[in-house]
């Protein structure tokens, strides 16, 4: 093995630690992930992320801002993915979101739903057919393919930020999406940033939940 590839492995052994370091981390036999504030914190905001692979440990680090600086709890679901059914995936979503309502520092009226393309898609479905159980809901790239008729009486209190680019192939689903929305009473908040259809970066996501946070105050 030469030198190059030894330095390669170090280097990725040590980013792997120092994610995995992160203190408050935990798991559950579902293979979700927790990073929850400290018991002393009061009831916080919640972010729930859908990974288009299933939940992984990076999902953490991805959110990292929304941790730190927000001071919100981040949970990855570990089930929901890409090419699955998704039914499936919502059931794992709802079996999460019960167990969040035995977290001391889960604020049970703020938990935010998250996903990137299908897992955005996969995060409205969810959103609109349980909308009791949301705050709000954030996508970067999704479609409306999964969504169900809504019964907009029950949706009244939604937050909505729906994050699509100037050449996103799902752009014209994002802007369907929010007149549609806004035609039937909810406020949302349409942003579309240049590029193609791609995830955005830690920054981007911190962006959208902060806009949310300052919703949530208003409540």
Same mark, same amino acid.
Request: with cysteine; charged share 20%.
């Given at each position: 093995?030469?030198?190059?590839?030894?330095?390669?492995?170090?280097?990725?052994?040590?980013?792997?630690?120092?994610?995995?370091?992160?203190?408050?981390?935990?798991?559950?036999?579902?293979?979700?992930?927790?990073?929850?504030?400290?018991?002393?914190?009061?009831?916080?905001?919640?972010?729930?992320?859908?990974?288009?692979?299933?939940?992984?440990?990076?999902?953490?680090?991805?959110?990292?801002?929304?941790?730190?600086?927000?001071?919100?709890?981040?949970?990855?679901?570990?089930?929901?993915?890409?090419?699955?059914?998704?039914?499936?995936?919502?059931?794992?979503?709802?079996?999460?979101?019960?167990?969040? #309502?035995?977290? %001391? @520092?889960?604020?049970? !009226?703020? +938990?935010?739903?998250?996903?990137?393309? /299908?897992?955005?898609?996969?995060?409205?479905?969810?959103? #609109?057919?349980? %909308? @009791?159980?949301?705050? !709000?809901? +954030?996508?970067?790239?999704?479609?409306? /393919?999964?969504?169900?008729?809504?019964?907009?009486?029950?949706?009244?209190?939604?937050?909505?930020?729906?994050?699509?680019?100037?050449?996103?192939?799902?752009?014209?689903?994002?802007?369907?999406?929010?007149?549609?929305?806004?035609?039937?009473?909810?406020?949302?908040?349409?942003?579309?940033?240049?590029?193609?259809?791609?995830?955005?970066?830690?920054?981007?996501?911190?962006?959208?939940?902060?806009?949310?946070?300052?919703?949530?105050?208003?409540?």
């Amino acid at each position: 093995m030469n030198r190059h590839w030894l330095i390669i492995c170090g280097y990725a052994i040590l980013t792997f630690t120092a994610i995995w370091c992160q203190p408050g981390i935990s798991f559950d036999s579902q293979e979700n992930i927790y990073r929850l504030q400290p018991m002393a914190v009061y009831p916080r905001p919640t972010l729930l992320y859908l990974d288009c692979n299933g939940g992984r440990i990076e999902d953490i680090d991805t959110a990292r801002f929304v941790y730190d600086s927000l001071g919100w709890n981040v949970v990855i679901c570990g089930k929901s993915r890409n090419h699955r059914s998704p039914y499936l995936n919502e059931a794992d979503i709802i079996s999460l979101v019960s167990k969040l #309502f035995y977290c %001391p @520092q889960v604020d049970s !009226g703020g +938990i935010v739903i998250y996903g990137f393309s /299908g897992q955005g898609a996969q995060a409205l479905g969810t959103t #609109f057919r349980y %909308p @009791q159980l949301f705050a !709000g809901v +954030i996508t970067q790239c999704a479609h409306h /393919g999964l969504m169900s008729k809504p019964n907009f009486s029950l949706c009244n209190k939604l937050k909505i930020i729906l994050i699509t680019r100037e050449y996103d192939w799902n752009r014209k689903s994002n802007e369907f999406l929010a007149e549609y929305f806004t035609e039937n009473g909810l406020k949302v908040n349409l942003i579309i940033t240049e590029g193609e259809h791609k995830i955005g970066d830690a920054q981007e996501l911190f962006h959208a939940c902060k806009i949310l946070d300052s919703l949530l105050l208003q409540k």
